[in-house]
């Protein structure tokens, strides 16, 4: 059975690769399906953790900086419906591609989540 360390050390693990993958996607055409893949598969994440966190209150000793940047990253982007706005007209332009990801990108640094994602993995190691 998986502790809940390594359930939340798994999932933190998973958000950090898709973000890696944002980070060195070169905006060609084709990004687009890449980047709503895995802002879908971040959100999804982040939502699963969020939840276990409200599940699991005792456990959070260790965990408890992350959660409002978490919950803040959920509650105030939402980008799939502009992904998919983008799709219809703009999905082959490498400038807005790029726009769009470097605004996903900003959205993960507020508060400083992806920060707190990659410190938790350093320590955990």
């Known amino acids: 059975m998986v502790s809940f360390d390594e359930y939340i050390r798994g999932v933190l693990k998973q958000i950090d690769d898709s ?29 699963a953790l969020g ?11 260790e965990y408890e900086h992350i959660m409002s940047p978490l919950f803040y990253y959920l509650e105030n982007h939402e980008f799939l419906r502009e992904i998919e706005i983008m799709s ?8 807005r591609l790029k726009n769009l990801r470097l605004i996903i990108l900003d959205a993960l640094g507020e508060k400083n989540l992806i920060g707190h994602i990659k410190l938790i993995l350093r320590q955990k190691e």
């Open 51 to 61: 939840s276990k966190f409200q599940t699991n209150k005792d456990d959070l000793s």
């Open 88 to 95: 219809l007209l703009y999905s082959e332009d490498p400038l």
């Open 19 to 47: 973000h890696t993958l944002l980070q060195n996607l070169r905006d060609k055409p084709g990004d687009l399906d890449i980047i709503k893949r895995e802002i879908a598969k971040i959100t999804g994440l982040l939502q």
